[in-house]
């Protein structure tokens, strides 16, 4: 499919789409007026993501509608109105009071999609703590560095993923002063350390004030991975709230009436920005499956929901193609009228896929974690190219942009060309630092620009077209992994001299991590090594950071300067020419 496949939008709209006419809506649009929509603190008190996504609602006419569908693994199914939500949500920060916990004070979250996660989320952020989320999928290690780098004072997680994952960890985590287990029995398990839950909800109120926010105060810390070194916390502040609000009018054409389920994980920043907090500040009803990837589940899921606005992800569009147009014929999918999808590449023909067998397209769009909300889109109301980004929301600039010999950054204005694609900083979810680390946040600007790490074109229209990682971070089913924190674990392992980690091509999952590993003396490579390196790095990093393959290699690639060459293994592993290697030892 090429650039100038278009899917035409229909104009025989059953619900006006909320952008239609591209042009006008960047023309008129300012985000004071965007900020005009949301409420801010009664008396003036400023701007809390919770109170915009909880408290006017429950204040108001939509106090009774479904705010939060949670369906469980095992068929369960749990309703929170607004007013509900705003009950258990001050009860959380209630308690979090009665702990000590204050403002600005990390409170993270381990847990999969149950309702306490919700809950934790929402009653952080009207204590003013700061929520982060981490992947229920890590292992000891990867939990071990953010809670570290995030200096978590509370941690909110399950009994089991405490007893596999965290109760080895105490000791090496001196400044985590509560944990609150959700029990998974009839009767909470006593751990030493540890406070139940549920018990502690019971005894707090159910009636709290939300105390003075400032826009610019913090309110959400996520962890993403670079090149080097340990993961990024990127933070962003309540003011966030204006793009999530806002993107999920724009970009995800939220109507008053929508049910819309969103299928990321609240461990990464899409479950929160769009699992959390858009769908509620937007008044609309939210579904959260608490179930893992499974086709049939899925489309019951939104035929038994009647799921009008959906957000996922290509790996996932992927695994339902494969399921082929004969499964979904079964099921009826007459609610759906938009369809979104981010976090990797989305093929032409998954886009088409959705026409033919959801009767709707998949529109594309790109953000990261830094950005905090959706920066490009393909919108209900205006024509796809199937393949292409789309089009930067109202308010943010976007170009493409290369950097000078002089280490200067310039526009590329001609289209077609290759560049890193930037954004002007400014728009509200823009993150506001890596959590004590300003070296490396500075280093993300130059010349006004915001550097996104990804390399794009832009068509003579203004469609952006996705092309790679500029880095060497790795992408797989959706999730962002950095090579380093597997190479730190895998060179732990007392047979491994060194380690080399790339992402390696998959037709589902876009990326599969793969390690090239050599050996200390008196080591050699079998398959029997193989299966005990897998088997440590899946026990220490968890099943989706781990590498899925090992090769042996008796040296890797290395610099003068002794770095590993991951663009030169992977270069060798994809069988394409070698590129630059002037810098390699021993040339
Ligand atoms: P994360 O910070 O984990 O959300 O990952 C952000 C990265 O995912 C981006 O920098 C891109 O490399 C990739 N990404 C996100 N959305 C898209 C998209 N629509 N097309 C291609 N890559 C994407």
């Known amino acids: 499919m090429s650039w100038s496949t278009i899917i035409k939008s229909r104009r025989d709209w059953e619900v006006i789409p909320n952008l239609h006419d591209y042009r006008d809506a960047r023309r008129t649009f300012s985000w004071d007026k965007a900020r005009r929509e949301l409420d801010g603190l009664p008396g003036n008190l400023g701007l809390n993501i919770a109170h915009e996504a909880v408290d006017r609602h429950a204040a108001g006419p939509r106090a009774n509608h479904l705010a939060l569908r949670w369906l469980g693994k095992k068929g369960e199914v749990q309703d929170y109105s607004y007013a509900e939500l705003r009950d258990l949500t001050n009860r959380f920060a209630n308690l979090l ?3 000590g916990v204050g403002k600005g004070d990390r409170v993270f979250v381990l847990a999969g999609r149950i309702p306490e996660l919700y809950i934790t989320a929402l009653g952080t952020l009207k204590n003013r703590s700061i929520f982060c989320p981490l992947f229920s999928a890590f292992g000891p290690e990867p939990i071990r560095a953010r809670m570290t780098i995030g200096q978590a004072k509370v941690l909110v997680t399950t009994e089991s993923l405490y007893q596999r994952k965290v109760a080895g960890l105490r000791s090496s985590l001196p400044f985590l002063e509560h944990v609150l287990l959700v029990s998974e029995g009839q009767k909470p398990a006593e751990m030493p350390g540890t406070y139940d839950y549920h018990r502690l909800m019971n005894d707090a109120r159910s009636q709290f004030t939300i105390g003075s926010t400032d826009p610019e105060d913090l309110a959400l810390l996520h962890f993403t991975s670079g090149t080097t070194g340990t993961p990024k916390g990127a933070v962003h502040a309540h003011n966030a709230v204006v793009a999530h609000h806002i993107t999920g009018k ?61 957000y996922t992800a290509p790996t996932a569009i992927r695994m339902m193609m494969k399921s082929g147009t004969g499964l979904v014929r079964k099921y009826n999918l007459r609610n759906l009228r ?29 953000w990261q974690t830094e950005t905090g909300g959706i920066m ?14 789309g089009r930067p929301l109202p308010g943010i600039d976007a170009a493409i942009v290369r950097k000078t010999e002089e280490g200067c950054v310039e526009e590329i204005k001609e289209s077609g060309v290759q560049g890193e694609l930037a954004l002007r900083p400014g728009w509200p979810s823009m993150f506001r630092a890596y959590w004590n680390d300003p070296e490396r946040y500075k280093k993300c600007f130059t010349g006004g620009w915001y550097l996104t790490g990804d390399l794009a074109k832009r068509d003579e229209d203004g469609y952006f077209w996705f092309v790679g990682r500029a880095d060497d971070v790795i992408k797989t089913s959706g999730h962002l992994i950095g090579p380093f924190e597997v190479e730190s674990v895998l060179v732990e392992h007392k047979a491994v001299a060194e380690a ?69 293994l992977k270069a060798r592993e ?10 390699l030892e021993g040339t």
Not at 250 to 266: G, Q, R
Not at 512 to 540: I, N
């Open 97 to 99: 009071q009665r702990l």
């Open 250 to 310: 724009l970009a995800l054409d939220f109507h008053k009436d929508d049910v819309f389920w969103c299928t990321a994980d609240p461990g990464w920043v899409t479950g929160t920005s769009y699992g959390i907090i858009a769908p509620l500040t937007n008044g609309i009803t939210s579904i959260v499956d608490e179930g893992d990837f499974d086709a049939e589940r899925w489309y019951r899921v939104l035929q038994d929901q009647k799921v009008s606005v959906w």
């Open 338 to 366: 938009f369809l979104a999808s981010v976090g990797e590449p989305l093929n032409p023909e998954a886009v088409v896929w959705g026409q033919q067998a959801l009767g709707r397209p998949f529109h594309d769009n790109w």
């Open 376 to 389: 490009i889109a393909n919108y209900a109301g205006v024509d796809i190219r199937p393949g292409s980004m």
């Open 500 to 568: 080399g980690v790339i992402g390696k091509p998959d037709p589902v999952a876009m990326e599969v991590v793969k390690a090239f590993v050599s050996l200390k003396d008196g080591y050699e490579p079998s398959d029997a090594l193989r299966r005990e390196l897998l088997g440590f790095a899946r026990t220490r990093l968890g099943a989706v950071v781990a590498p899925k393959e090992i090769q042996f290699l008796p040296t890797l690639p290395k610099t003068r300067s002794g770095k590993i060459m991951r663009r030169l």
């Open 574 to 583: 994809l069988g394409l020419p070698e590129g630059d290697i002037s810098t």
